[in-house]
T-cell receptor, first 114, second 115 residues
Framework: GAGVSQTPSNKVTEKGKYVELRCDPI?????LYWYRQSLGQGPEFLIY????????DSGLPNDRFFAVRPEGSVSTLKIQRTERGDSAVYLC????????????FGPGTRLTVT | GQQLNQSPQSMFIQEGEDVSMNCTSS?????WLWYKQDPGEGPVLLIA?????ELTSNGRLTAQFGITRKDSFLNISASIPSDVGIYFC???????????????FGKGTHLIIQP
């Protein structure tokens, strides 16, 4: 079956621009997670959704970061006024609501802010 | 916030050798997870542990949930070239009981196999 997909796979943008990163979870998975991974580090939690609502957004670094999941399936991570420090791989994962913590990851979007 | 400390940072081994790595924390957890990440890919779940003292195997991989609930161990037997990659431990940010929560990851153990 299809896994988690993320688009684009690579995104290069200029400092100050707005970007949107998309995640398509595994069909039937109600929980969706966003992480950010910098070089040489483990993934860092940003936000997770249970259905359409953000159940925990405590990992978002500041108010330039925002995520939505309007229909409880596809999610978009939005970054305003990008900064060079936002450059990283943004990973999305999904899990069955009933499956304890077994999160399945997509390949990530590599964001480069120049 | 909670931190997961993985060791060693990297391992250089010969093909066929056994591998051991661990993950420790000052916090107590009810769940430990082990993931492997290949270059350009997202992490792939290897083993999930839910009970202190639990020992779980997945092929040549065996993981243990430490009895203190503050650590976990991963062993790989008879390593092969495709075992190369970065191994991460992870634990839930909070024990919500609801089965879905963000994860905290360690910094990873890089496994390199020398021919």
């Amino acid at each position: 079956g299809a896994g988690v997909s993320q688009t684009p796979s690579n995104k290069v943008t200029e400092k100050g621009k707005y970007v949107e990163l998309r995640c398509d979870p595994i069909s039937g998975h109600t929980a969706l997670y966003w992480y950010r991974q910098s070089l040489g580090q483990g993934p860092e939690f940003l936000i997770y959704f249970q259905g359409t609502g953000a159940a925990d957004d405590s990992g978002l670094p500041n108010d330039r970061f925002f995520a939505v999941r309007p229909e409880g399936s596809v999610s978009t991570l939005k970054i305003q006024r990008t900064e060079r420090g936002d450059s990283a791989v943004y990973l999305c994962a999904s899990s069955l609501r009933a499956g304890p913590y077994e999160q399945y990851f997509g390949p990530g979007t590599r964001l480069t802010v120049t | 916030g909670q931190q997961l400390n993985q060791s060693p940072q990297s391992m250089f081994i010969q093909e066929g050798e056994d591998v051991s790595m661990n993950c420790t924390s000052s916090s107590i957890f009810n769940t430990w997870l082990w993931y492997k990440q290949d270059p350009g890919e997202g992490p792939v779940l290897l083993i999930a542990l839910y009970k202190a003292g639990e020992l779980t195997s997945n092929g040549r991989l065996t993981a243990q949930f430490g009895i203190t609930r503050k650590d976990s161990f991963l062993n790989i037997s008879a390593s092969i070239p495709s075992d190369v990659g970065i191994y991460f431990c992870a634990a839930p940010n909070r024990w919500s009981g609801g089965g879905a929560d963000g994860l905290t990851f360690g910094k990873g153990t890089h496994l390199i196999i020398q021919p």
